[in-house]
């Protein structure tokens, strides 16, 4: 029982995951863009900005997943930005499951991965694996080990892997997919889930719709999409998954849904920063 919780939590990051796949935004994208009335946006990638969610399991709060962009600078001729995500089981729940993962990421403007690495917290130690792009020679190198207690990383295995273009992680993608949720477009993407490559259908829907969260006492004026995924995860994905993000520049996931092992899990946004902003107020159109 307490494997399926952690498969679970696992599952959650791949939810704003997955619903963003893609690569990258080619010239006749954004024309796409603008023939489906959608807006063309600034980037979502904004220091400091940090997004909390709550996740739920039925009527049970299973975890917290938070994201923060925590670092700019520029690298070979790139703003790069660094970005972590946390991810923690409900303390009242450890007797079930006590689960501390932590992902860290490191992006350029175009929410193209430069390295990933995920931390896992057990009872033995932390475990950890990484990701990191090397472009100029096609390649991506995938490493599992784990981490002592000063903090150096010891490889117990190394993959090469050959790419053929740009790549996304399951962090950079969450950011991704904020960048072109505006768009009204179906696309079967690879990208890549430790070290191999996947396929995920995602539909764009551009569909305007509202949504109600408990953090504001309005109903939330978002973006819908879906899509489904051709494999079974190794975190427990099996497949369809759903999404809303706010109708505005910031483009900010309110809630999301995703099925796994054990049924449905849904993600909502509880708190935020990021400059003034607010979730923006839906208004029914006459």
């Known amino acids: ?56 399991y039925s009527f049970f709060t299973i975890g917290t997943i938070r994201f923060k962009i925590t670092d700019r600078e520029e690298r070979d001729g790139r703003v790069v930005y660094r970005a ?16 501390h993962i932590r992902f860290y990421g490191e992006m350029d403007e175009a929410s193209f991965s430069y390295s990933w690495i995920g931390d896992d917290s057990t ?27 000063k903090g150096n990383r010891h490889a117990e295995r190394i993959d090469t892997v ?23 477009k179906k696309e079967t993407i690879p990208t890549f889930i430790d070290n191999k490559e996947v396929l995920t259908h995602i539909n764009f829907l551009y569909e305007k719709t509202d949504m109600d969260i408990d953090a504001v006492d309005y109903p939330v004026d978002v973006i819908h999409f879906d899509g489904r995924a051709d ?13 809303w993000f706010s109708n505005d520049e910031a ?6 849904r995703m099925k ?25 159109q006459e």
């Open 260 to 284: 796994v092992i054990l049924g449905s899990i849904k993600v909502e946004l509880v708190k935020w920063k990021r400059g003034n902003w607010t979730p923006p107020r839906f208004v029914e």
């Open 84 to 99: 972590h995500t946390f991810i923690d089981s409900n303390p009242a729940l450890s007797w079930l499951a006590d689960v």
């Open 123 to 149: 009872s033995s130690g932390v475990e950890y694996r990484m990701i990191q792009f090397d472009y100029p020679n096609n390649k991506m190198y995938y490493s599992v080990g784990r981490k002592d207690l």
């Open 162 to 184: 050959v790419v053929q273009k740009k790549g996304q992680d399951g962090l950079s993608l969450f950011f991704y997919a904020r960048d072109r949720v505006r768009q009204k």
């Open 1 to 56: 029982m307490n494997r399926r919780w952690v498969f679970t939590l696992h599952a959650l990051i791949l939810l704003l995951a997955l619903i963003s796949l893609g690569p990258g935004r080619r010239p006749q994208e954004q024309n796409d863009a603008s023939m489906t009335g959608a807006k063309t946006d600034p980037p979502v990638l904004q220091l400091g900005e940090e997004l909390e969610y709550r996740v739920s």
């Open 231 to 243: 494999f079974t995860g190794v975190f427990g994905l099996t497949g369809g998954f759903e999404g």
């Open 251 to 256: 483009r900010i996931p309110i809630t999301a």
